[in-house]
């Protein structure tokens, strides 16, 4: 498709990312954690692609291409606004997370996210990660990516991948389950008549 | 080999993924099979993994795509895309 676009059929262009317009969205956000302006961020990556297409090596995935698009374009907007911000943690670091100690866990359905608290718990926690790791635990649970996907996206090694994903999974379920617990025992709040 | 539970906590993203060799899994599988704690630290990081990765918790911006392809159609009008080798 790549080279009919080249070739003069630009308007495939639209089909051509169609795939690609929530994974983009949400690496943007997961950066600038603000809807706005990771919505024009995913815009601009997307308007870098289509300019750029005739440099697009077929050997690399697109989909890593435009990853690496938007997660530039992202840490420029974050380097303007944020000048000090640094996204270096050591990976070979011996501090492990300690996880949440319960003595039982009573699943939580599905069925809970129709619920709007419980879903801003989600979205919080996941947001609240450092950089490094949310990067990572975006790219592999959210958007399936695999390891060697991501490593390359984020031009880190396959190991950092592991042990930031390890990592970020353990921070998130010392966060969100004593969180999760609380908030789905907690009955919900109805409005008496008497 | 014998596990504590510190040991196992640094393996449960293996356990998870099905990456385990097949020794270091089964010494995984009998410390779960008698320590709660163990076990209901696993249990809850697989729930909130499935949580987490449900479409629904980020949702797009109303209009985001439209938005989107109304720009891109811009830009493919005014012009194909360079063959030229700015940097992206």
């Known amino acids: 498709m790549i080279a009919a676009i080249l070739s003069g059929e630009r308007e495939l262009f639209h089909e051509l990312i169609r795939p690609y317009e929530r994974t983009v969205y949400l690496m943007a956000l997961s950066l600038l954690k603000n809807e706005a302006e ?157 | 080999m014998v596990l504590n539970c510190r040991h196992v906590w640094d393996q449960i993203s293996g356990y998870l993924d099905n990456t385990l060799d097949a020794a270091t899994r089964a010494d995984v599988e009998n410390h779960l099979a008698h320590c709660e704690i163990c076990s209901a630290v696993l249990d809850s990081t697989r729930n909130i993994l499935i949580l987490t990765a449900d479409d629904r918790v980020f949702e797009l911006p109303l209009g985001y795509r439209e938005r989107l392809h109304a720009r891109l159609t811009e830009a493919i009008l005014k012009g194909p895309p360079p063959k030229g080798t700015s940097s992206p």
Request: overall charge positive; glycine content about 2%.
């Open chain 1, 38 to 194: 990771a919505e024009d961020a995913a815009q601009e990556a997307f308007l870098k692609a289509y300019r750029n297409l005739a440099r697009f090596r077929s050997e690399a995935r697109f989909s890593t291409w435009l990853i690496t698009i938007v997660l530039n374009e992202a840490r420029g907007r974050l380097r303007r606004t944020q000048p000090a911000l640094t996204d270096s943690i050591d990976d070979d670091r011996e501090d492990n997370v300690t996880p949440m100690q319960l003595t039982d866990w009573r699943e939580i359905p599905s069925q809970s996210l129709e619920r709007s608290e419980i879903r801003t718990l989600l979205r919080r926690a996941m947001l609240a990660l450092p950089l490094p790791y949310r990067e990572v635990f975006i790219l592999r649970e959210l958007e399936e990516r695999n390891v060697q996907e991501t490593a390359e996206a984020l031009g880190i090694t396959q190991a950092s991948v592991k042990m930031r994903l390890h990592r970020a999974r353990l921070m998130l379920q010392k966060q969100l389950a004593p969180q999760l617990k609380s908030a789905v025992s907690a009955p919900r709040r109805r409005f008496l008549w008497f």
